[in-house]
């Protein structure tokens, strides 16, 4: 199943300085997420997002990607959370029911003018970035959690590993480090990976 490719209407509008950044649904990139990576035929399958099969999330393109922090914001997600009301929550829950039908848990966001253009691998490297922001809740024992309907019950969760190059050159690599060395040194399972902190979800705390 061929990788989904942003419209290009979408992409025009980009490239005039008369429109401010556009979104729109995107429900061809969940069907492929689904069909190619969290179904157990998928061609590149990954155990690890097996909670996310039937879980509530909606994927948008935008227009162009932002700089955030110094950075290149790529692709986020995010769970939905309306810190507001009367109106204001209304007006909220409304733009979603526009867009999607209904209101989601959770959102991921691609940067269009970047997806349009960059190799499969990359791609690939982006979208399960985002999946793996979204993980499975635990409970007070440290088994999965579930919901009473007997759902995965997700939450939003950070980088395995948040590190300076400087402290692993000068005191050596924690256990967490070692890890990420570890997979590193591996062949890679998919192909050549090039996403490098290229996600928005991690700057959220501080927008």
């Known amino acids: 199943m061929k990788r989904p490719y942003p419209p290009a209407s979408l992409l025009e509008l980009s490239e005039l300085?008369?429109?401010s950044m556009q979104l729109i649904p995107a429900p061809e990139v969940w069907e492929w997420l689904q069909t190619e990576i969290l179904a157990g035929t998928g061609?590149?399958?990954n155990e690890d997002h097996a909670h996310l099969l039937d879980a509530d999330i909606?994927?948008?393109?935008?227009?162009s990607h932002f700089e955030k922090q110094g950075r290149t914001v790529l692709g986020q997600a995010e769970q939905v959370a309306f810190r507001a009301g009367g109106w204001q929550k209304a007006r909220m829950e409304q733009q979603m029911r526009d867009w999607f039908g209904d209101v989601p848990a959770f959102i991921i966001t691609l940067a269009a003018d970047y997806c349009a253009q960059c190799s499969d691998a990359d791609f690939c490297a982006l979208i399960e970035?985002?999946?793996?922001h979204i993980a499975q809740a635990t409970d007070k024992y440290g088994q999965?959690?579930?919901t009473e309907e007997g759902a995965p019950k997700l939450k939003l969760r950070g980088h395995d590993?948040?590190?300076f190059v400087g402290v692993v050159r000068r005191y050596g690599a924690s256990p967490d480090v070692q890890a990420l060395v570890d997979a590193a040194n591996s062949p890679a399972e998919v192909g050549k990976l090039n996403i490098s902190r290229a996600?928005?979800?991690c700057l959220l705390k501080s927008a």
């Open 144 to 146: 999965p959690a579930f």
């Open 43 to 45: 061609s590149i399958h």
């Open 161 to 163: 590993v948040e590190e």
């Open 199 to 201: 996600c928005g979800t």
């Open 17 to 19: 300085s008369s429109f």
């Open 129 to 132: 970035h985002e999946l793996y």
């Open 58 to 63: 909606r994927v948008m393109w935008a227009s």
